[in-house]
């Protein structure tokens, strides 16, 4: 007998969704469009930020370049600036400079480059210290030398109370014409005149009792440097300088006219018209000094006895003849420290390094 066939099973729809699972697509479906519509929202917003952030960047980079060329400036300007402000250059090599200053083949520049090296392998002067260019130069390179070296004051300047020098012109000598005094490139005169010369003669002691009383050599170098570049307080050292100088000159010319013997660089100072006596040496050659020249040689002859220091100078447009190397002043009365300068054409000076 034949088995009886199980009824037929109903066709399964493909496709068809399992029981349960209904939900799913729907849950996708809102999730997916809850994310487009918010990415679709907030997309303005991002790509605004973006744009803002990368702009943000940008600028800060260019400021950052800006800063950087300003501050490279600034920094090059203050080398400058600081080195137009040192009145003293450090040392260089002798024949370097005069390779550097003396090129090509004109006669003085032979003459020159001769001249140089007669210091370098004879007179063993191996570097050179530029000095300032300007009508204060001569006294520049004579004071930093003093001080650099530490020299002790002048004997006469122990004696005395230099501070109170300008007064005792005025009230013990009569020389009332001292207000005619002239501060090289200020002119300025006046009756206040002795006031401002007291400063400058108590600014000058002052100094000098200080770098006499250091003993190490590269501390005095080093405050040299801060000194130096001062130009303010070397205008008023300068000037001290003269004032000592004038000084000089007036208490010799009270000596000669009591029929003293005086030193011959004096006799013949005052046998020039324009320098007969102090008066006429202050206003006719002191008061120009550092405003429109510098010291001519008998000025340095007193300057040199002024501060009793022996001046050596190396004259190098006179390479070859008696005059090449001069000593200010020639003779000096006593034993002297000596100083050295060089000169190119006796109106600018630098200072040789043994």
């Known amino acids: 007998m034949a088995a009886p066939r199980s009824p037929p099973r109903a066709r399964e729809r493909p496709g068809a969704p399992a029981a349960g699972n209904d939900r799913v ?8 469009q809850a994310l487009d519509t918010a990415w679709r929202t907030a997309k303005g917003s991002v790509r605004l930020a973006v744009s803002f952030l990368v702009a943000t960047l940008c600028c ?6 800006y800063l950087g060329h300003r501050l490279k ?5 203050l080398q400058r600036k600081f080195k137009r402000n040192l009145s003293v250059e450090a040392e260089v090599d002798l024949l370097s400079y005069c390779a550097r200053e003396w090129k090509g083949d004109a006669p003085r520049a032979k003459l ?3 001249a140089y090296e007669e210091l370098f392998w004879r007179r063993h002067i191996k570097c050179v210290r530029q000095v300032k260019r300007d009508n204060y130069d001569a006294l520049r390179s004579v ?6 070296q530490g020299l002790s004051f002048p004997s006469w300047m122990k004696e005395k109370d230099i501070v109170k020098l300008p007064e005792k012109l005025l009230f013990s000598q009569g020389c009332n014409w001292i207000q005619q005094y002239s501060f090289g490139p200020e002119k300025y005169t006046g009756s206040n005149v002795f006031g401002k010369l007291r ?5 000058l002691k002052t100094q000098w009792t200080n770098f006499s009383g250091i003993k190490d050599y590269h501390k005095r170098g080093s405050m040299c440097n801060i000194l130096f570049s001062d130009a303010i307080l070397e205008y008023k050292l300068y000037e001290a300088l003269k004032f000592i100088m004038l000084y000089q000159v007036t208490e010799v010319y009270e000596q000669m006219k009591m029929k003293k013997v005086i030193p011959t660089l004096f006799r ?9 006596d102090p008066l ?7 008061n120009s000094v550092g405003d429109t020249c510098g010291l001519e040689q008998i000025d340095m002859f007193i300057l040199g006895y002024a501060l009793e220091v022996k001046i050596k100078v190396f004259r190098l447009f006179k390479f070859s003849s008696r005059d090449f190397e001069v000593c200010y002043p020639e003779e000096p009365l006593r034993d002297w420290p000596q100083i050295s300068l060089l000169t190119e054409n006796d109106r600018h000076y630098h200072i040789p390094v043994f």
């Open 112 to 114: 020159m480059r001769k």
């Open 268 to 276: 013949l100072l005052f046998s020039r018209e324009t320098s007969a």
């Open 143 to 148: 004071l930093f030398q003093i001080f650099s």
């Open 60 to 65: 800060f980079g260019r400021l950052h370049l």
């Open 25 to 32: 697509p729907s849950w996708t479906v809102v999730t997916s």
């Open 199 to 203: 400063k400058c003669v108590e600014l």
């Open 73 to 77: 400036w600034w920094i090059g300007y």
């Open 280 to 286: 006429s040496f202050m206003m006719n050659h002191l």
